[in-house]
């Protein structure tokens, strides 16, 4: 006499995942997906300290470059972001400003939308995420422009009294 082992289906012995099975759900799929890599990018985002900022920027060696000191650059950069990487401005001519030191996607960083100079050669998130050294090489360049450090302020009031 044969002992009966039931056989279980196919179907029922794969794992109960969700899986895509239209365009609609695919792209549903897909947009968790960037939503999900999106925050964490933005856990590597960083609110940084006023003297853990000064001593990178120390360390970058922004003191005394282009004449500006690291005083300077600590009053912008408070001005422009709160000293947030992650913070991102949105300007009326369809541009949008980056991190820290809030650069501009037309002329310093490609952000994948506005047409860009891309004077840095860089991609506009990689200005968001807690590794300033980038940043501040980007920075020195805008600084070394005609304009220095009055770059950042032409389209603003002028330097925050807070
Ligand atoms: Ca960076």
């Given at each position: 006499m044969s002992i009966h082992i039931p056989q279980i289906p196919y179907h029922q012995s794969l794992p109960d995942l969700p899986k895509p099975q239209t365009l609609g759900e695919a792209l549903y799929w897909v947009s968790g997906t960037i939503v999900v890599i999106l925050m964490a990018a933005n856990v590597e985002a960083k609110i940084y300290e006023r003297c853990d900022l000064a001593k990178k920027l120390e360390a970058a060696g922004l003191?005394?470059?282009?004449?500006?000191t690291i005083g300077d650059w600590l009053c912008m950069a408070h001005y422009e972001s709160?000293?947030?990487?992650?913070f991102v401005n949105h300007n009326p001519d369809g541009s949008s400003e980056y991190g820290i030191f809030q650069l501009n996607s037309a002329w310093w960083?490609?952000?994948?939308?506005t047409p860009s100079e891309n004077l840095c050669h860089?991609?506009?998130?990689?200005?968001?995420?807690?590794?300033i050294l980038d940043d501040i090489m980007c920075a020195k360049k805008v600084v070394s422009s005609e304009s220095g450090m009055s770059a950042w302020y032409v389209h603003g009031d002028g330097l925050d009294p807070g």
């Open positions: 003191n005394g470059f282009k004449g500006y709160g000293f947030d990487t992650s960083c490609y952000n994948g939308v860089m991609d506009c998130h990689e200005l968001l995420n807690r590794h």
